[in-house]
């Protein structure tokens, strides 16, 4: 039997849950919409679910500042600027990108952000 992943996201106070599974799965699987399928979750071990860029990881352990205001910021907000630079490929466009944000969020509040 094949096995696939994928990354899904329940909400803890639902009665149920629900996956989607792309009919691609599907076929690499042979079901067709309707079949019965079994599936196993567990915890991402990342409690972001998003792997930190090297970029950002080498700013925040170099730059006492930038880590406090990362550490602030909610797992929605630094999800946000992960997937912000994610695809950047300048690594200078990608710390001009991270220091910017975090300077944006250095200024506010913490309880506002």
């Not at 909400?11 to 079994?38: E, N």
């Not at 990342?46 to 080498?58: D, F, K, R, T």
Request: glycine content about 4%; hydrophobic content about 35%; proline content about 5%.
């Amino acid at each position: 039997m094949e096995n696939i992943y994928w990354l899904s996201a329940g909400h803890p106070t639902a009665k149920y849950s629900v996956s989607i599974v792309a009919i691609k799965h599907l076929k690499s699987l042979r079901k067709a919409l309707g079949d019965p399928v079994t599936f196993k979750t567990f915890e991402d071990p990342n409690p972001l679910g998003v792997e930190m860029p090297e970029i950002l990881q080498v700013l925040i352990e170099q730059d006492r500042e930038a880590k406090t205001t990362f550490d602030r910021l909610t797992d929605g907000k630094k999800r946000s600027l992960i997937y912000s630079i994610k695809n950047v490929k300048d690594i200078d466009r990608q710390v001009q990108k991270v220091l910017a944000f975090l300077r944006e969020k250095s200024v506010k509040p913490a309880d506002k952000q």
